[in-house]
T-cell receptor, first 112, second 112 residues
Framework: AQTVTQSQPEMSVQEAETVTLSCTYDTSESDYYLFWYKQPPSRQMILVIR??????QNATENRFSVNFQKAAKSFSLKISDSQLGDAAMYFC?????????FGTGTSLTVIP | NAGVTQTPKFQVLKTGQSMTLQCAQD?????MYWYRQDPGMGLRLIYYSASEGTTDKGEVPNGYNVSRLNKREFSLRLESAAPSQTSVYFCASTPGRAPGYTFGSGTRLTVV
């Protein structure tokens, strides 16, 4: 069974600094997708970035980038130049053919 | 704006009462999902509908029923609410295999 593990329940970062959120997953499949979702206090789930497993190049979206290590089954999110608006819960997710599997989340605090 | 609409946003029920959470999407997506979110447990799949006319159980289906009324609408019913069903419920949709979910804004349900 697929599982997604986020080992950091809470993280904090100074404004304008860089932070990395960790995620590992377990799968026997070769074709899948990985995602990072952001959930601010508004409760809305927002897609931050996604990575196709068949792509070797790491995905980047503005200040957000991932370090995808397929052999190690690792998918970390790096947030550069952190802003106060980045404060939220972040969920790592894995998608197989039919379902998503979510990690338990990392709560990110941004310190002014 | 196009997206996933959930109603209601908040609800308080007494133990044993029934209710239906409504979800509708206007993006012509094939697949729809119901999740519950509990502190420290991430999102857990209750039921999903891969396409119109089909529904399948997810990780935590007990105490719930669903109806895929048409391509747009996917409802979640609690027949006899229990305090253990106090949670935040999310509906999500996706066109098919590749992209990430589009989430609704969630329903905070409290069963007393």
């Amino acid at each position: 069974a697929q599982t997604v593990t986020q080992s950091q329940p809470e993280m904090s970062v100074q404004e304008a600094e860089t932070v990395t959120l960790s995620c590992t997953y377990d799968t026997s499949e070769s074709d899948y997708y990985l995602f990072w979702y952001k959930q601010p206090p508004s409760r809305q789930m927002i897609l931050v970035i996604r990575q196709e497993a068949y792509k070797q190049q790491n995905a980047t979206e503005n200040r957000f980038s991932v370090n995808f290590q397929k052999a190690a089954k690792s998918f970390s999110l790096k947030i550069s130049d952190s802003q106060l608006g980045d404060a939220a819960m972040y969920f790592c997710a894995y998608r197989s053919a039919a379902q998503f599997y979510f990690g338990t989340g990392t709560s990110l605090t941004v310190i002014p | 704006n196009a997206g996933v609409t959930q109603t209601p946003k908040f609800q308080v029920l007494k133990t044993g009462q029934s209710m239906t959470l409504q979800c509708a999407q206007d993006m012509n997506h094939n697949s729809m999902y119901w999740y519950r979110q509990d502190p420290g447990m991430g999102l857990r799949l209750i039921y999903y509908s891969a396409s119109e006319g089909t529904t399948d159980k997810g990780e935590v289906p007990n105490g719930y029923n669903v109806s895929r009324l048409n391509k747009r609408e996917f409802s979640l019913r609690l027949e006899s609410a229990a305090p253990s069903q106090t949670s935040v419920y999310f509906c999500a949709s996706t066109p098919g295999r590749a992209p990430g979910y589009t989430f609704g804004s969630g329903t905070r349900l409290t069963v007393v």
